[in-house]
């Protein structure tokens, strides 16, 4: 019957107009070519997909060109993404969407407005906000995917979701502790997450005051572009200012380990603290540093430089996660990474020298 043809044709990603009925002209492009423009056509049930997409309702309802020829095109949104569009629209696939997957459709169910598919992407990432707290008692939060997730919310009506993630980062961004506090974001996350700070500013003028470790942001600051530079600096500068409490760091100590790095590190370079102290690992000798790795603070077990020149070997025993903004090295919420650290939670204790005779001018 008519009513159960597949009469409306979807045109996917940008299709060269000589082709948009599959027909090839061999003058014009090459068969794989051609052939990859075919492939960029879905057909559907128009009733079904109007009732799916209110922006599909009103394209086939009115007097335009789409009303007459059953041809629609979307020529922002690439295959893949649009196979997976469509693929969560079937309730049977609905509960397998993860939040990566809400970060590549969700906006466009929002902009074409795909009723049930926004309504889904909304309860995934209420879920994903819910579980903050359990991730951060985990050491799995990602915050590049947190920061992605809060502002496709706020971009995509996803209202429920927004509500609570809104909530979540409004305390990270103004309440400092440690990792997770205004030291956990860098640059490039607080640039992302400028048009949110500005809604909340205005939306909540307490927010607005802990944005700021001492004073408050003017609008103009936040819509600079040295914004994102200057939050991160004044909160490392709190963080310093908060161990340090204008005093000079002798050493550290380390404990909890159960290994023979337990004990004093000190340092002649600010990112690398050592001592003398070594172990046996897998049949080899390695002794023992806390310095900063590639983005965060790290206890590595370090092996002798080896005779013929190569380098020394290194084995990331521990890892802080979100300590890339930190000046010294956490005191706790350490990550085993080798397996001779599994089960074992090390803390850091900084020890301070005694100036006291020499700030107040007299003799130590």
């Known amino acids: 019957m008519q009513s159960h043809e597949l009469n409306l044709k979807i045109l996917i990603g940008c299709i060269s107009k000589g082709n948009i009925d599959g027909n090839i002209d061999d003058n014009s492009q090459s068969t794989e070519e051609s052939s990859s423009n075919v492939n960029n056509v879905r057909w559907y049930h128009s009733a079904v997909m109007a009732q799916q997409s209110k922006y599909i309702d009103v394209m086939l309802a009115s007097p335009m060109k789409e009303s007459q020829t059953n041809e629609i095109s979307f020529p922002d949104i690439d295959l893949d993404t649009w196979d997976m569009m469509m693929k969560y629209l079937n309730a049977s696939e609905a509960r397998r969407m993860t939040v990566e997957d809400v970060l590549v459709v969700g ?3 929002d902009q074409y407005d795909f009723v049930q598919g926004r309504l889904l992407c909304d309860q995934v990432l209420l879920e994903y906000f819910q579980g903050s707290k359990q991730q951060e ?3 799995s939060l990602d915050v590049d995917t947190m920061v992605e997730a809060i502002t496709l919310a706020f971009k995509a009506n996803l ?3 927004f509500k609570e993630g809104s909530g979540y980062v409004k305390e990270k961004l103004t309440v400092h502790k440690i990792p997770f506090g205004p030291t956990m974001f860098d640059r490039e996350q607080i640039a992302k997450l400028v048009p949110l700070i500005i809604h909340f500013c205005e939306d ?3 927010f607005r005051h802990g944005l700021h470790p001492w004073d408050e942001y003017g609008k103009e600051e936040i819509e600079s572009s040295l914004f994102p530079r200057l939050f991160v600096s004044e909160w490392q500068l709190v963080e310093t200012d908060r161990v340090l409490k204008q005093d000079f760091l002798s050493h550290i100590v380390l404990s909890g380990t159960c290994l023979e790095a337990d004990g004093s590190f000190k340092s002649e370079n600010p990112w690398v603290y050592e001592c003398d102290r070594f172990t046996e690992i897998d049949g080899e000798w390695f002794g023992f540093s806390i310095q900063f790795s590639s983005d965060c603070w790290t206890i590595v077990a370090k092996s002798e430089e080896q005779e013929d020149g190569n380098a020394a070997e290194e084995k990331i ?4 996660p979100y300590s890339g903004n930190l000046p010294l090295p956490p005191r706790m919420n350490w990550k085993a990474v080798h397996s001779v650290a599994k089960g074992r ?7 301070r020298q005694r100036v006291r005779g020499l700030l107040s001018g007299t003799k130590p």
Not at 345 to 351: L, R
Request: without cysteine.
């Open 159 to 161: 209202t429920d979701a």
């Open 137 to 139: 008692n985990e050491m």
């Open 345 to 351: 939670q090390p803390t850091i204790q900084y020890i």
């Open 204 to 206: 909540d003028s307490s």
């Open 317 to 320: 025993l521990w890892e802080n």
């Open 107 to 109: 906006e466009y169910y």
